[in-house]
């Protein structure tokens, strides 16, 4: 069952930029991984996805080694409103189920 | 439309009451889910349906019971809730469950009180 660890929680100022890494040292050769924000009383929302190397997109950066067994979820320049829970997810190995399954997840604050 | 719309946003029933959660979605995603969390703890998968069929049921105690009339609509009727089982109860939606990269689309959730 591949498992993710990622640090309970992170604190930074705006205008800096954050990197919040997961380890998932059981993933399935074929499995993404699947970052989530989520603000307090709403659902998570999907950030960004990736295989190898790395991705970017307008809100983030995800950076995954060549062992793929972590990932970086990097966020520029950082702003009161990424407060928030991050959670990263993989799948479940041979049990054949997708990312559905959420860690702990890093509760990351944002300090003016 | 990107939406996933979860009616109602707050509920508070008594032990003995029957009520219902609602969800929809329009993105023509064919999966649809149920979980359940709990204040300051992540999300924690309680059902799957995948084309209209329940797909996973992750052990959940009968008192919940889910339904998925069609592909757009997801509900759980509740039934003899017991005070822990206050939580916000999120819906989420996906194109499949068999892709790798499968992304969940989260609606905002109902906030349930068991008095």
């Known amino acids: 069952l591949a498992k993710t660890t990622q640090p309970i929680s992170m604190d930074s100022y705006e205008g800096q930029e954050v990197n919040i890494t997961c380890s998932h040292n059981n993933i399935a050769t074929n499995d993404y991984i699947t970052w989530y924000q989520q603000f307090p009383s709403q659902g998570p929302r999907f950030i960004i996805q990736?295989?190898?190397t790395k991705v970017t997109n307008e809100v983030a950066s995800l950076f995954i080694p060549a062992d793929r067994k972590s990932s970086t979820l990097s966020l520029p320049r950082v702003s009161l409103s990424d407060t928030a829970v991050y959670y990263c997810?993989?799948?479940?190995?041979?049990?054949?189920?997708?990312?559905?399954?959420f860690g702990s997840g890093t509760r990351l604050q944002v300090q003016p | 439309d990107t939406e996933v719309t979860q009616t109602p946003k707050h509920l508070v029933m008594g032990m003995t009451n029957k009520k219902s959660l609602k969800c929809e979605q329009h993105?023509?995603?064919?999966?649809m889910y149920w979980y359940k969390q709990k204040a300051k703890k992540p999300p924690e998968l309680m059902f799957v349906y995948s084309y209209e069929k329940l797909s996973i049921n992750e052990s959940v105690p009968s008192r919940f019971s889910p339904e998925c009339p069609n592909s757009s609509l997801l509900n759980l009727h509740l039934h003899a809730l017991q005070p822990e089982d206050s939580a916000l109860y999120l819906c989420?939606?996906?194109?499949?469950?068999?892709?790798?990269?499968?992304?969940?689309?989260f609606g905002s959730g109902t906030q349930l009180s068991v008095l």
């Open positions: 989420a939606s996906s194109l499949g469950i068999w892709a790798t990269n499968e992304k969940l689309f």
């Open positions: 990736g295989y190898k």
């Open positions: 997810l993989v799948g479940e190995g041979d049990t054949g189920r997708r990312a559905l399954t």
């Open positions: 993105m023509g995603h064919r999966a």
